[in-house]
């Protein structure tokens, strides 16, 4: 996908990016693959892969109208690179960023990739969600939680949930079909006062398949949850 074939796809669900925009795009690009000489941000590099399964994919919810140009609070926990919400955030300048990410070295690429394209209202910070998530300054404090190819349903929604408001909503960006992970993860969503709500199932332009799983907080998450770093991915809630 060439960044004209990006844009003109853009275009056809409405959305018709200025002359700002397209830099912003271009420039991620360029210090993406700046930095991954660095560190290991990503295996795509050539810029038609970046282009398409990097930022197209990033931004399917706000194509499938998951997310609007206000200024709701988003949480993207190991965002890596920045996706999906920085790609999000270009687009829709009033969203309000929160990105988690373990390796502070990604931290460091991000911090100084949001200050090159000129990101405003994005909070980054270098830690574990299960840390955060007990932390009173973040516990329910999202509109959305987003999560692309992070973990298993069952892992995630531990890691995710506690964030999210009451009425919020998870995001979670699956390339491959969910229904044996939503099955598995039916119990631990419960317990954290959350509920599948439903799945937006689409391709990219290439035709590799994409899903998203969106899940909405009903009440508050037990006070237990998440436990301390580490256990959810060794000891999923059963």
């Keep these: 996908m060439t960044p004209d074939e990006f844009y003109a796809l853009l275009a056809t669900f409405d959305i018709d990016l ?14 993406l693959v700046e930095w991954n000489e660095k560190i290991n941000l990503t295996a795509i590099t050539e810029k038609s892969e970046v282009y398409l399964k990097h930022f197209y994919d990033s931004v399917a919810p706000i194509l499938y109208g998951l997310i609007e140009n206000q200024p709701v609070k988003i949480l993207d926990i190991g965002a890596g690179a920045g996706f999906p919400s920085l790609p999000m955030k270009i687009i829709f300048p009033q969203l309000k960023v929160t990105i988690i990410d373990s390796l502070n070295k990604r931290i460091k690429f991000l911090e100084l990739l949001s200050q090159e394209l000129g990101l405003e209202q994005v909070e980054l910070l270098h830690g574990r969600a299960e840390d955060f998530g007990q932390n009173p300054a973040y516990r329910g404090q999202f509109d959305i939680v987003t999560a692309r190819a992070v973990a298993r349903l069952s892992v995630l929604s531990e890691l995710t949930i506690p964030f999210l408001k009451k009425n919020g909503r998870l995001l979670s960006l699956k390339a491959a079909q969910f229904e044996d992970e939503l099955t598995e993860a039916k119990h631990a969503i419960a317990i954290l006062g959350s509920k599948f709500e439903k799945e937006i199932a689409y391709q990219l332009p290439n035709g590799d398949e994409r899903h998203i799983a969106i899940i909405e907080k009903k009440k508050e998450t037990p006070k237990k949850y998440p436990r301390k770093a580490g256990t959810p991915n060794k000891s999923p809630i059963k």
Aim: proline share 0%.
């Design 18 to 31: 200025s002359d700002q925009q397209k830099t912003q795009f271009e420039h991620y690009f360029e210090c």
